[in-house]
């Protein structure tokens, strides 16, 4: 469902901004469920933007995500980011 939203957003709002506080937001929002949980997983694995995916790894910590699959999906974007804004 969330993704749906990140998908739909994406194609009505071609503003990355507005997506990065979309992301931003569901950090804030304290709320951990499975669907935020892949929406946040999908925006730092695969956004094209470099502020989409540090929002979404400052959601990840601000919710304090857990697990294996959170750790490696972490290392690999680390190893092949090359953003700084996104390494910070």
Do not use: H, N, P
């Amino acid at each position: 469902m969330e993704l749906d939203f990140v998908f739909k957003t994406k194609i009505l709002f071609k503003s990355r901004k507005f997506l990065c506080d979309i992301v931003l937001a569901l950090g804030f929002s304290g709320v951990v469920t499975e669907a935020v949980r892949k929406t946040l997983i999908w925006a730092f694995r695969y956004d094209t933007e470099e502020g989409v995916r540090a929002e979404a790894c400052r959601a990840v910590t601000a919710l304090q995500l857990k697990g294996d699959d959170i750790v490696q999906i972490l290392q690999d974007r680390y190893l092949v980011e090359t953003s700084d804004l996104v390494k910070q």
